[in-house]
């Protein structure tokens, strides 16, 4: 399975985008916890929000809370990335992650400890007026 991220690109300080994490070949997501990370050069991953493999459970981290939505759409193998009200420390390299299982538990998956079987390329994003 190949995770590959599209969306990304240049957005003004308070505006929005919308990421979008895909298998490469359209194979199932719906088995996969999903979560995107984000990187700045010099500085360590940092895991910005998780869901479960039936959607139902979340996490973000406290730096996009209320600004960022993730949510999947398994009919179409795709999880999205809703960033609103960006702010410039939001500019980052954005990384698509999944692991599979039905009992994933995402606080723990976007804390970067536990190693995650599938990665995608990343999606630059960049905050400038």
């Known amino acids: 399975l190949q995770l590959v991220e599209s969306g990304g690109g240049l957005v003004q300080p308070g505006g929005s985008l919308r990421l979008t994490c895909a298998s490469s070949e359209s194979a199932s997501l719906d088995y996969l916890a999903i979560g995107w990370f984000r990187q700045v050069p010099g500085k360590e991953r940092e895991g910005v929000a998780c869901i479960n493999a039936e959607g139902r459970n979340t996490y973000y981290a406290d730096s996009v809370k209320g600004r960022f939505a993730i949510s999947r759409d398994d009919a179409k193998n795709v999880a999205y990335l809703e960033m609103n009200n960006v702010e410039p420390e939001d500019a980052a390299l954005y990384y698509c992650?999944?692991?599979?299982?039905?009992?994933?538990?995402?606080?723990?998956?976007?804390?970067?400890?536990?190693?995650?079987?599938?990665w995608g390329r990343g999606t630059q994003v960049t905050v400038s007026s």
């Open positions: 992650a999944a692991e599979p299982g039905r009992e994933i538990n995402v606080r723990l998956m976007c804390s970067g400890t536990a190693p995650l079987d599938y």
